[in-house]
């Protein structure tokens, strides 16, 4: 049966910034299709963990800073999720930040943080978790993309050089690694109700203009991202690689 492609039991899925927001939705839609969830944040993930654990599926946090760690702290990550929970099928990359200036006032520190976290983070992770996936034969990682992975943004330009990246890196680690059966894609999240967006959604005048533009007429939710990312994490995807799904209300068709 179809709906049973999409099933995860028995399976162990990572997934990063899962504290809370679109992070936790993430982790609690792997649970709820049948994954036992490890948790990385570097404030820690108790309300998610608890969430998770009352689905009855097992659950591991993680305490790791993504800016400050290293390729073999990373690799050390991957180690204690397959310790712990017995394996690693699937990786989400979901945690990021966000620093808005003009460009031509953005400072050094500024580009250095949202880069160290929302892309270096991204390919040393999937590299120590793609050691594990190509070795098992099999394995899933789900990048978290963004609508300026199309386009340039206003006053984010370490972001949207970022998130771009992330396409790339997607379509890149897919191309090498289909043959070892080990799928990379991404999920390009439109405009969503975030603390990333509370900047956003506290101009009225911003605020409004975004949503004049999505043919849906609303900011998305955490739960509008579930079934893309079970879909990714699952077999229903053996055949996707290095795909950027949008999930954006219908943004970037305006």
């Known amino acids: 049966m179809i709906l049973d492609r999409f099933r995860l039991d028995g399976k162990v899925a990572l997934v990063t910034g899962a504290g809370r927001g679109l992070g ?7 649970a709820e299709a049948g994954a036992d969830v490890a948790l990385l944040d570097r404030t820690g993930c108790a309300r998610t963990a608890e969430q998770i654990a009352g ?14 760690a290293t390729p073999a702290d990373l690799d050390g990550v991957v180690a204690e999720v397959v310790s712990e929970l017995g394996a690693l099928d699937v990786l989400v990359n979901n945690a990021g930040i966000i620093r808005r200036a003009p460009a031509v006032e953005f400072s050094e520190a500024d580009w250095d943080d949202v880069i160290d976290i929302n892309l270096k983070a991204v390919f040393f992770l999937s590299q120590a978790a793609g050691k594990v996936m190509i070795a098992q034969g099999h394995g899933k990682i789900v990048n978290v993309a963004s ?56 101009d009225e005048q911003r605020e409004r203009s975004i949503v004049d533009r999505i043919p849906a007429g609303r900011w998305g939710t955490p739960e509008d991202l579930q079934g893309a990312v079970v879909y990714l994490a699952s077999a229903a995807s053996d055949y996707a690689h290095g795909s950027i799904l949008a999930v954006d209300g219908g943004w970037l068709t305006r």
């Open 24 to 30: 936790q939705g993430y982790a609690l839609a792997l």
């Open 55 to 68: 689905l009855g599926r097992r659950v591991h946090q993680v305490a790791c800073d993504l800016l400050t």
């Open 147 to 202: 609508m300026l992975s199309f386009q340039g943004g206003i006053l984010v330009p370490s972001y949207a050089a970022a998130k771009s990246g992330v396409a790339g890196i997607t379509r890149s680690l897919a191309n090498e690694w289909a043959k070892h059966g080990v799928n990379v894609n991404a999920i390009a999240p439109g405009y969503f109700a975030t603390d990333n967006t509370a900047p956003i959604r506290a």
